[in-house]
């Protein structure tokens, strides 16, 4: 998995790129599952990829964890967390 930038202005661009096994069926970014900031779209097998403006919300800055949540077909769930660090310009 491979996140770019780490650290992020609010609104800022920012890419995620991941590989997963070939039976996830959806796989989200955001602060928990339940509210994703961006759904993924897989480019192939396994593989993942979404580029999209980073919204902290408005009192979010420094150190933040948000999370990567992949879901199979059966609905069964795995999180890895995401570090970032959020700056205000």
Known sequence: MQV???????????????????????????????????????????????TFAFDAGPTAQGNVQMSLTASNAMGATVSVPIPLSVVRQ
């Open 4 to 50: 770019s930038p780490t650290v992020v202005a609010p609104g800022g661009q920012i890419t995620i790129s991941a590989i997963t096994t070939t039976n996830v069926a959806k796989l989200v970014f955001g602060p928990n599952a339940v509210t994703p900031e961006a759904e993924l779209t897989s480019i192939a097998p396994g593989k993942w990829q979404a």
